[in-house]
Nanobody, 125 residues
């Protein structure tokens, strides 16, 4: 079982920045595919960013150029640096993990069997 816990959410003004962290319990973290997803009130969960075991990354078009996903295998952690935040970025952000390469695409939630509880990000206008 892989356990994940997010931190770093909060309230920020539009144009500001936040850095989310996701700590994992897995002993083979370096082999995990990791993703960030978000869900706003009344909306479906959506893909934000993903990072492969190799370190290659993928982003949703809505956050490309503003958000950066990274990982620290020594700390069993993945991060999401969010800059130029907009009110539309307000959501609960969850990190997700899969041991190895996902069977489905990186953009799909079903590719990740392990999820954290999420952290709230609120961007005020």
């Amino acid at each position: 079982q892989v356990q994940l816990v997010e931190s770093g959410g909060g309230l920020v003004q539009a144009g500001g920045s936040l850095r989310l962290s996701c700590a994992t319990s897995g002993r083979t973290f370096s082999s995990y595919s990791m993703g960030w997803f978000r869900q706003a009130p009344g909306k479906e969960r959506e893909f934000v960013a993903a990072i492969r075991p190799s370190g290659s990354t993928r982003y949703a078009d809505s956050v490309k150029g503003r958000f950066t996903i990274s990982r620290d295998n020594a700390k069993n952690a993945v991060y999401l640096q969010m800059n130029s935040l907009e009110p539309e970025d307000t959501a609960v952000y969850c990190c997700a993990a899969n041991r190895g390469e996902p069977y489905y695409s990186y953009y799909e939630a079903r590719s990740y069997p392990y999820w954290g509880p999420g952290t709230q990000v609120t961007v005020s206008s």
